[in-house]
């Protein structure tokens, strides 16, 4: 087992290929003609914007608009008036939280659940292209390993990171 030193050594030699690779994952994902892409093929008409959040509203919810804006890297006004939007379109409904009354949450409605459903089927079809040559093995460890780096993440106080 090499020494912490070591190890640490390696990791800084390995950190900047990791950051370029995270830096163009995000940028893929964040690509308004992706967001434009995955909502033709699921058949929905949508405003680009709303998209990352009907999604977020039906992985996460019951989520309070300051943590759904903050997940987004929006300005929490933005999101509130994004999220009054899908409320009007009938994809979510808006409440104050059963645990504090002064935060205001969203839930995805039976509609909003069907054009996710939708959106899921049209991401499906495009993994499986991107990962039609990739072994079983190579998928479940990249799985495994995106899963602890996810976690890892999301347990880095604020302020260290």
Do not use: C
Not at 24 to 38: D, K, S, T, W
């Amino acid at each position: 087992m090499p020494t912490k030193t070591m190890h640490d050594a390696y990791i800084r030699t390995k950190l900047p290929a990791l950051h370029r690779a995270l830096i163009e994952i995000v940028g893929v994902m964040n690509r308004p003609e992706r967001n434009e892409a995955m909502l033709k093929a699921a058949g929905l008409t949508l405003e680009r914007a709303l998209f990352p959040l009907l999604v977020l509203v039906e992985r996460l919810g019951p989520i309070g608009v300051v943590d759904l804006a903050g997940r987004v890297g929006r300005d929490h006004t933005t999101v509130s008036r994004q999220i009054a939007r899908l409320a009007e379109l009938g994809l979510v409904t808006r409440h104050g939280s059963t645990a504090d009354r002064r935060v205001r949450e969203a839930t995805i409605t039976p509609q909003g659940k069907a054009a996710t459903d939708a959106v899921d089927r049209a991401r499906e079809t495009m993994a499986i292209a991107l990962f039609q040559d990739w072994s079983e093995t190579d998928f479940d460890q990249l799985i495994r390993l995106i899963g602890m780096l996810a976690e890892g993440m999301a347990n880095i106080p604020a302020e260290s990171a």
